[in-house]
């Protein structure tokens, strides 16, 4: 069989496993300004109130197993308050909540 970077050709060999990627948010930076929310075209984030945070509220990574790894949240973020990383498919499914 005959592989390359990006798997096997023609059906032959292992499986490659899929990258799975999600959005990291760094709270301390957030100012929950909604742009990531708005810009999100699977609704992966969403705002929640924070009473403990100086703005009052945050956003939070609410569906991970839904992000397609577009980067448009990212992005757009003006204060460079979260990162898209590349998670282990075990891990993805234990953000998932075990489901997939």
Known sequence: ?????????EGYGDPMPVAVQSPVI???????CGLCVDVCPTKVLELVEDLH????????VARPQDCKGCRLCE???PH???NV????PEASLA???GRR
Not at 26 to 32: S, V
Not at 85 to 88: A, G, L, Q, R
């Open 1 to 9: 069989p005959r592989s390359t970077w990006f798997g096997s050709i």
């Open 26 to 32: 760094i709270t301390r930076l957030c100012t929950a």
């Open 53 to 60: 945070l100086w703005t009052g509220s945050t956003c939070r």
């Open 75 to 77: 992005y757009v973020c």
């Open 80 to 82: 460079f308050a979260l």
């Open 85 to 88: 990383v590349e998670v282990e």
């Open 95 to 97: 953000l998932a909540g």
